[in-house]
């Protein structure tokens, strides 16, 4: 039985499952980005080939779309995007602008005479001056002058609804109404034409309303109108074609063809309102419709189309009112054939072409075979004995003998008469008389101790071959020959044996790896996995192996991915970017390496070291192509699924990019947009803006395969793998300058240099800034030095004192150690001479002498005591020194001090100026006043500390006193003064006759910074 297959395209669907706002799509562009925008009727959508990010209008927000029922969209020189809608009048989009501005907003306000005259716009297009002319519902064609932003309508003639717009190449504007016909206007000189026999409405004329109007690639003019027929006016002679006898003879129903798109050749995509999707070639006249078919996967998503498009690499977009069907032309080499005559499922297992051009397909179904002249394929089923045959394998000896492997035994095979017998002795084996449970995998010839034989792998039962000499078998159960301990065959689960260029076999095995077996001679060896050494197999499960021109070798393994083997390095080398379960490969005639993974076909270009994965959007819903890679004498490969199988030409099937251009498409801060910073050269934020999340997308079509990498240096110590996630988020970033870059690959691994970057700059605070530090520095260096002055200076204060008491040590000490050596030669004198009241008086003085030298000894260790520094040991000392003295005097001794005051500390200079004023001053009025009351007080007031000693004694001349400096032992009145100056204090005497003596001494506590009192 022979069956004819016509192989078609394959529309892959996308819905409101991946993301599309509404089903109905009424508008297709693709902007210079690469990005795809879907008008529907709810909504506006981007879409980069993996995520959808939908815009609709909002109630009182000035800042969105202004409608959602998008009707048209417009791409002008700027990149700006301008929006027809048939709610809410149109809107303009400008990414570059901050989120909340990206959209403006033109809609009908009836205060506004340069406003849009309605809401409901039908289509855009812009002429050579950069104005936009809309087609509007009511309100004929407004024209919009983007600078000034004000509508007018420069003419008003005929009826007042237009539907398309079309701009020529000469300042032509074609203008489609609701009857009338075709207008003309000049863009500059707003001449119009129009032919007047569309001045009746109702007269019977062809496309009195146009719906659409499109200019394809060779400038012709495509019409379609409410009459159900298609128009062409040809550029050259402006003649008008009808298309409609053409779509009638293909049984195709008259429709409404509501968009037209280039389809890359000649020919011209039709999208029928009721009918599907019509593709038409004017050179030929040849139609072919695509309609929906629920049973069919791969069938356009609706019939009701209302929108095609073609994008920049020619992917055809086609909007209906069930979603989007997208075609890509990257898929069409790869022709898809179904297998006939299949009541359970087949799979097919090989592949070989006869000289004739024939193909013979092996299958569990027995033999298919392919006309070499129809190309109708025929099935062929075998039966041996009784049984149905599943055909496993081919092969054409060098003696031109054909070999047929199945899963019964190896057999002798005439392609052309289609019979088939067994090998000579064939029933003397106990293996290969009826396999059990096997099928025969490979065949190969070799010699084997100089006898031709045939080396085949029936799966599960190690090696056979059979000797053409002798014509007979040898397997693992012949007990004489012993092959499996003599040739080392240590595995019983061999996929495949080749021979090299060198005439070595190598095995593909299941578990013990590569074999190699050298020309019969030496037992086989074998390359396994050694997770020792990175320059093994990655795997022992070994499924295909590929010898290249340079006679190196390609390695599949079914868990570890695909390994190159080096003859000259004796080494594997793992190809890191392949699938971990890779099956069949084959080489093209660039020695570029295909491969059959997941049920996918993948490429690796060794010379590029590019890999690309070709995601067939049919294999997606077959459960793929499996087994292995044929290839015939004209270069054409072939893979099998369940039921089918396709072929391709390796040089015909266009290269996937393997670094789409990436875009950043929102910069966020505390998760707020900031879309305008992408726009900057640098982004600048304060140390508060340290939360930033970076959305980017690589607009890409071929495949779901996009991964993404991305690193932030200065943060991020290596790339990190994103996967097909879009966003990069991070917290916390400290101050400094950033690099955030980002890179895509249409493959898992196989990133190139290629990348996108943007420069952020965070301000550090100012306490983290370089002007801060060295402020600080300089800071930090000048407090050392003042504090390393102050102890400097501390020291030398304390060095003063320390001379000071070291001076008064030697004038007192050594003037009264004169003066007791003086008087005491006199008295010696006084005693020679017998003279006894001289002497003791002499005695008398030396003794008052010592005395007063032990009480300044007294006073100068107290005030260097540190255990002293508080006021209130000063007043202990006075009162232990003045309260005796006094009280032999019979003087009236009072002490008197402000509490707070007595925790007070003072340095030692202060403390011993403090105390000696005051015992100087009650000494002198003890000695001196003949007072019977004295009285010392230290009294605060604020920052004020007063010292008193008042008498009231006899007094005495203040000036006289001054200029005698009288007092015992030379402390006097100017002791007293010297010394309050020493403290920074104000000193004052008043003193008379007969009126008593006051000293008062007032010093300042801040001023006297040694004055350490409490507040």
Sequence with gaps: MAFGITPDIFFKKIGVEQGLSHRKVNCIIQDRRGFLWFGTDDGLNRFDGKYFVSFRYQHHNKGCISGNIISDIYEDKDGLLWIATQDGGMSRYDYRLPAARQFKQFRHNPHNPDGIPENTINKIAEDASGNLWLGTSSHFTVRFNKKTERFDIPVKKGTRCVYALAMTDHDTLLIGRAGGGLMKINTRTLEVNTNP???????????VTITTIFKDQGNNIWLGSWDKAVY??????????????????????????????????????MAGKNTGLVRYEPRTQNITRYR??????????????????????????????????????????????????????????????????????????????????????????LKYRGQRLAVTKFYMDVDQRFYIGTDYTLFRFDPYELKLWPLPHTDEDPVMKKLISSRIVSI???????????????????????????????????????????YNIADNLIRKIIKDRKGNLLLATFKTGMGLFEGGKKPIRYFMNDTENRYTLSSNDVFDIQEDYSGNLWVSTFGGGVNFYSYRRHKFYHLSESSNLTEGMQLDQQDNLWMLCNGHIHKYDPLTRVYSCYDLPRLQHTGGVTGYIFRDRQGTFYAAGVNYYITFRPEAVAKIRPDPMIYFTDFRVHNKSFNQFLYQKKVELNYTENQISIEYAAPEYSGDNLQYAYMLEGFDKDWVIAGKKNIAEYANLKGGNYKFKVRATNWKGSFTEKQSE??????????????????????????????????????????????????????????????????????????????????????????????????????IVWAINPGNDHIESVFNRIRQYAEPLCAVKKIDFKLRYDPGIVSGTVDMRVRKNLYLIIKEGINNAIKHSQCRHLMVSLLRNGEIVELMICDDGIGFNLEQAL???????????KNIWSRAEDMKADIKIDSGRSAGTSICICFNTIRCKSFKAIK
Aim: hydrophobic share 35%.
């Design 758 to 859: 943007i420069f952020i700059i965070i301000t550090p605070p100012y306490w983290q800034r370089s002007w801060f530090f060295i402020l600080m520095i300089f800071l930090v260096g000048g407090l050392i030095y003042l504090i390393y002055r102050y102890r400097i200076n501390v020291l030398l204060e304390q060095q003063a004192i320390r001379n000071g008491i070291a001076q008064d040590l030697h004038d007192q000490v050594g003037a009264t150690l004169s003066s007791i050596s003086l008087y005491s030669e006199v008295a010696r004198k006084h005693q020679e001479h017998g003279n006894q009241t001289q002497l003791n008086q002499v005695l008398n003085i030396i003794s008052n002498t010592a005395n007063e030298m032990v009480s300044e000894m007294g006073d």
């Design 963 to 973: 200029i005698q400096n009288s007092g015992m032992n030379g402390n006097g009145v």
């Design 197 to 207: 026999k569309y001045d009746d409405l109702y007269a019977k004329l062809p496309h």
């Design 232 to 269: 062409r006016l040809d550029a050259a002679t402006g003649e008008e074609q009808v298309i409609g006898r053409q779509l009638h003879q293909k049984s195709i129903p008259p429709d409404d063809y509501v968009s037209f798109a280039n389809s890359g050749d000649s020919g011209i995509w």
């Design 292 to 381: 929906h078919e629920d049973a069919e996967e791969g069938s356009i998503a609706d019939d009701h189309v209302n929108v095609v498009y073609r994008d920049f690499k020619g992917v055809l977009w086609v909007g209906t009112n069930n979603g989007i069907s997208m075609y890509n032309p990257l898929f069409k080499p790869f022709v898809q054939y179904q297998l006939p005559d299949a009541a359970t499922d087949v799979i097919t297992y090989d592949f070989y072409q006869l000289d004739n051009g024939r193909l013979l397909i092996g299958t569990s179904n027995g033999l298919y075979y392919k006309h070499e002249k129809t190309g109708k394929l025929t099935h062929l089923p």
């Design 444 to 486: 190969v010839r070799d010699t084997l101790e100089h006898h031709p034989v045939l080396w085949v792998s029936p799966y599960g039962h190690f090696l056979a071959y059979y000797d053409l000499h002798d014509q007979r078998w040898v397997s693992r159960a012949d007990s004489g020959r012993t092959i499996l301990k003599r």
